[in-house]
């Protein structure tokens, strides 16, 4: 899947226009006309009901209304909300292709920060330079990083989905991945109280296939905890007020780590020899550390001194682009937990102020795993005697130990990253 760069833009665009109705993507849609995984059609039974002995989805709303009703939310919200509600196809197709977890890095960042993009963003902050201002005077998050996410999120406004937000979370709470059901479940709750504490009319709950809303689509429990009423009208109106909506992303960010002053992040340059399994997330030192390790910015300029640990990262595995990151960082993961997802917020608030270029090109030729091949790596990491815990087919930290662990032995450099390359060493050892 890891294509050149212009087959990679186009792949990327595929995925987002069929499998990511949240993010309008409307330049780059245009680029495609069929959709490889993302386009196939959704059959009309239930996925995941093979392995499973549960109750019909009419049954499961029956259960859900009375558990509505001991948190107080009115008979006209169910009636009105649940009534005749179906099983959502599309939404279980979609919530394992998620773009940001299945796209490669590079392809990901170029599809969402080319000219069109910069151009725009950049005429939105013209056009809304005083509010801007007055959010970061509030709250300490910089005008670009709040267009940013409104880019990645609803195209600078232009799609806030398409899917009703009832119907897509009580179909994720009822048949989607059994380890998220009870998350979907909170949303699902969480939306039934928009809707009855009077936030929002139903109608306007049409969305992702995940449930988030509006221009910086806030799931429901994020609004419910997060959204401000900046403009003061009495409502937190993340569909009509930019305020509200500029107000409630920085505070959001703010509560989820945000400092100000600091930038995301930087990219680096490396020693020769460097020991990349201190490059995840979870390693933290300081800027003096790093540098005692021989660890540079790439454009050559000094490190800052600043009072927080840092991270190194790398996105695309040791031959790609590394970055140390920041706080700052962590708290765009808050928003959304994809490194490809962070990074490109923070590469495109860069790119706004004519900053951000990298000087390291991201790696060609090699394709992402697919959920499948992630599994299939995980079960024979442990039969090779790595522990990369349970085998799911995600990516997370244990299987990044196991990885590395596996390239420590194979004399390969210990970057945690899995791609197709990595997945065929593993069969090679298997099979040995």
Do not use: C
């Not at 989607?176 to 009870?182: F, L, V």
């Not at 699902?188 to 509006?214: E, K, T």
């Amino acid at each position: 899947m890891n294509l050149r760069r212009v087959g990679a833009v186009t792949m990327v665009a595929t995925v987002f226009a069929a499998a990511n109705a949240v993010s309008a993507l409307a330049d780059e849609s245009r680029i495609l006309a069929g959709a490889a995984a993302a386009g196939q059609e959704v059959s009309n039974s239930d996925p995941r009901s093979t392995q499973e002995s549960r109750p019909s989805f009419a049954a499961w709303i029956a259960a859900l209304k009375a558990e509505a009703r001991t948190r107080e939310i009115g008979e006209s919200t169910l009636a009105a909300a649940l009534g005749g509600l179906r099983l959502n196809r599309r939404t279980l197709a979609l919530e394992s292709r998620q773009p940001e977890f299945v796209t490669p890095v590079g392809a990901y960042v170029a599809a969402l920060t080319g000219k069109r993009a910069l151009d725009a963003g950049r005429e939105k902050r013209r056009q809304h330079a005083a509010l801007l201002r007055r959010i970061e005077a509030a709250y300490g998050v910089p005008a670009r990083y709040l267009l940013a996410i409104w880019r990645l999120e609803s195209n600078y406004g232009a799609n806030f989905g398409t899917f009703p937000v009832v119907e897509a979370l009580a179909t994720l709470a009822y048949a989607g991945t059994p380890k998220r059901r009870p998350f979907w479940r909170r949303q699902l709750f969480g939306a039934l109280q928009i809707v009855d504490r009077g936030h929002a009319p139903l109608g306007r709950l049409v969305g992702s296939w995940a449930g988030a809303m509006g221009h910086t689509q806030f799931i429901p429990t994020t609004y419910l905890d997060h959204a401000v009423d900046f403009d003061g009208d009495g409502r937190r109106d993340l569909w009509g007020s930019l305020p509200d909506v500029f107000a409630s992303t920085a505070n959001y960010l703010r509560k989820s780590g945000w400092q100000p002053g600091l930038p995301f992040g930087w990219e680096a340059r490396l020693p020769a020899g460097f020991d990349f399994s201190q490059a995840h997330i979870g390693e933290s030192k300081t800027v003096a550390e790093w540098q005692a390790l021989g660890v540079r910015r790439a454009d050559g300029k000094p490190l800052p001194e600043i009072p927080r640990p840092v991270s190194l990262i790398v996105p695309s595995g040791w031959d790609g682009p590394v970055f140390l990151v920041t706080q700052n960082y962590r708290a765009i993961l808050r928003y959304n937990n994809a490194a490809a997802y962070a990074l490109t917020v923070g590469l495109l608030a860069e790119r706004l102020e004519g900053q951000g270029n990298l000087v390291a090109r991201w790696p060609a030729g090699v394709r992402p795993l697919s959920r499948a091949e992630k599994a299939e790596l995980q079960r024979k990491l442990m039969t090779l005697g790595f522990d990369p815990g349970p085998v799911d087919g995600k990516v997370g930290p244990d299987t990044r130990k196991a990885i590395r662990a596996f390239q420590k032995r194979a004399g390969k450099p210990a970057d945690g990253y899995a791609n197709h390359n990595l997945l065929e060493a593993v069969r090679k050892a298997v099979s040995r």
